[in-house]
């Protein structure tokens, strides 16, 4: 069963945004997988979650990070 959470800890490629709601199937609060779906919430840029070890980071979908904000 997926959960999707609002987080704060970790900001936006895109407009460095800390707004960002994740989609997890195994993560918490606490804790994310690669491929996890985010999603900024001030942009709207998309995307996924990208780990090493224990850092993570929303790695937003190429095509939107090379946008121009407006």
Known sequence: MSITMRLSWFNCAKCDSNKIEV???????????????AQCLDCGATGEI?????IAWFEVDKEQNNAQLH
């Open 23 to 37: 989609t997890t199937e195994q993560g918490n609060d606490e804790w994310l997988y690669d491929g996890d779906k």
């Open 50 to 54: 990208e780990t090493d070890g224990g």
